[in-house]
């Protein structure tokens, strides 16, 4: 059984950083795509930004330049470090693995609250 838990969300104050983790155990091997998604109140989930088993990143426009996404592959974790925070970027934070010839897995989510 594969499982996926995000840790690092929390309360911030506008300007400030916070690093999110997402880390999976069980039985899920050669992981091919790592993304990091969240979703406001009322709001759709939409992509944050995601990492390739190649190191390849891509980021929403709204994120670039402040987020930074990279990953573990011994680990199996992929992180995400968030600088200046703003209020919009509220929401829960949810991570998203998928493997080769598998399924995609989620996480249940962390919030991130950031106070103006």
């Known amino acids: 059984q594969v499982q996926l838990v995000e840790s690092g969300g929390g309360l911030v104050q506008a300007g400030g950083s916070l690093r999110l983790s997402c880390a999976a155990s069980?039985?899920?091997?050669?992981?091919?795509?790592m993304g990091w998604y969240r979703q406001a109140p009322g709001k759709q989930r939409e992509l944050v930004a995601s990492?390739?088993?190649?190191?390849?990143?891509n980021y929403a426009d709204s994120v670039k330049g402040r987020f930074s996404i990279s990953r573990d592959n011994a680990k199996k974790t992929v992180y995400l470090q968030m600088n200046s925070l703003k209020p919009e970027d509220t929401a829960v934070y949810y991570c998203k693995m998928t493997a080769t010839g598998s399924r995609a897995y989620w996480g249940k989510g962390t919030p991130v609250t950031v106070s103006s």
């Open positions: 069980g039985s899920i091997f050669s992981i091919n795509n």
């Open positions: 990492i390739t088993s190649g190191g390849y990143t």
